[in-house]
């Protein structure tokens, strides 16, 4: 929402805008209060929205992109970039776009210490020009990067593999690999580039000189994989070289999940599961997590709508980070869980190496307990009971008192 206010002049501008202006445009005619000439107040939903970059490359041009959100019929805006610490590149530029692109290449770095991370800063502002000249400022904004003399890029690992929760700096044994080198930088600028790459694995010299190449990690092991990037082009002149490395698990896949029990389970209620869980296959390290619920039919014991939505619920895209799920090095591990109610439950158990995964269902039917009933005792159980606790003579006693009394008459 915008607020329409009268006043005799457009609202002050900074000293240099007003210098400026005294040059390039007239000024605007003295009017009262109740004149008809207007200026709009910003409302809060005008703002403005800086391109975030972290790293620039020395010698290789950057864009910086603001976007300018404004309720208006008449866009016209002046957008100022200010660099602090390269004053050389500020520049005030006008437009009657909501998106503003301004390109800059810096060819050195004003803080020589390379070992410390030193953030430069570029501040922003838009403002809003109906009448050519600066009436209200819209937004502001800045962001900091760092200016590097390196590459910036990096190894992409990726591996034909169902999930792509899977993956990373493991991969399974079983499959290809591809390794591909992956350099930033802005759209176009190497197009006519000549760029080379020296791959290395384990050790050994690579014969590809492509920026992927394809690898079978057929053995469990830590891989060290390394690519050197040359970069060259002619104009503008630019060279550059970048060593960029990375460390790959291969692992063995999970092949299953077995149990000591049943895949049904029969309890009674306040009993307590104990369950052994057994991992076959796969290289460790392992991260396992369970979760039993409700199940309204008994005895069910297929999947889910998809065998990886309990896999994604707990371990998503960072296994290690699963604060329900546990880890382990062993080939096992135990279920403990205690029923207090009654039901038919569906217990859910998954299992990562993270270069692999294996899931496994089973239902649980608690019980209600029976309730205990009195046994019927024989005349024999009675007399052997009695004959143990040696009280037989004293019956034969009473039964020779009972023959000798005159109650038998």
């Known amino acids: ?32 209060l109740l004149d008809s000439a207007s200026v709009l107040i910003p409302a809060a939903r005008d703002w403005i929205k800086l391109s975030n970059i972290e790293t620039v490359t020395i010698g290789i041009p950057v864009t910086f992109t603001v976007k300018i959100h404004h309720s208006t019929d008449t866009p016209s805006y002046q957008v100022r970039f200010k660099f602090s610490d390269f004053p050389n590149q500020n520049i005030n530029i006008s437009s009657t776009s909501n998106v503003v692109n301004y390109t800059v290449t810096f060819e050195s770095t004003p803080k020589q210490d390379s070992t410390i991370m030193y953030y430069h800063i570029v501040n922003v502002d838009a403002w809003y020009c109906p009448l050519g000249v600066p009436s209200h400022e819209i937004g502001s904004s800045f962001s900091r990067f760092i200016l590097s003399d ?12 169902l999930d792509p929760n899977l993956g990373g700096d493991s991969v399974s044994t079983t499959s290809p690999v591809k390794l591909s080198a992956k350099i930033h930088h802005s759209a176009g600028f190497f197009d006519s580039a000549i760029i080379t790459y020296k791959w290395v694995v384990n050790g050994s ?3 590809d000189n492509y920026d992927f190449i394809v690898r079978n990690f057929s053995q469990p092991k830590l891989n060290n994989i390394s690519v050197l ?56 390290t392992f991260y396992y997590c369970w979760e039993i619920t409700n199940s309204s039919t008994a005895g069910r014991n297929t999947e889910p709508l998809s065998e990886s939505l309990f896999w994604r619920k707990y371990f ?43 899931t496994k269902i089973m239902t649980i039917s608690v019980h209600e307990r029976e309730p205990l009933r009195q046994p019927e005792i024989s005349d024999k159980e009675i007399e052997s009971y009695l004959r143990s606790k040696n009280e037989i003579e004293f019956i034969k006693d009473m039964l020779t008192d009972f023959h000798n009394s005159s109650w038998k008459d």
Do not use: W
């Open 316 to 358: 998503g895209e960072e296994p290690t980070n699963s604060s329900e799920c546990e880890e382990t090095e062993e080939s096992s591990f135990n279920i403990n869980s205690h029923f207090e109610e009654a039901g038919n439950k569906t217990l859910y158990i998954a299992v990562s190496n993270v270069a692999s995964y294996s």
């Open 205 to 207: 010299p690579q014969e």
């Open 150 to 161: 390196s590459l910036s890029g990096f190894i992409n690992v990726t591996q034909d593999i």
């Open 1 to 32: 929402m915008r607020i329409l206010f009268s006043f005799g002049s457009p609202k002050e501008v900074p000293k240099d805008d007003q210098e400026k202006n005294k040059t390039e445009t007239p000024s605007l005619p003295s009017v009262d």
């Open 229 to 284: 990037v040359s970069v060259s082009k002619t104009n503008p002149v630019f060279q550059k070289t970048e060593l960029f490395t990375r460390t790959v698990h291969s692992k063995d896949p999970i092949q299953n999940l077995t149990t000591d029990g049943q895949n049904n389970i029969q309890l009674c209620k306040d009993e307590t599961l104990q369950l052994n869980i057994k991992i076959n296959g796969g290289t460790p």
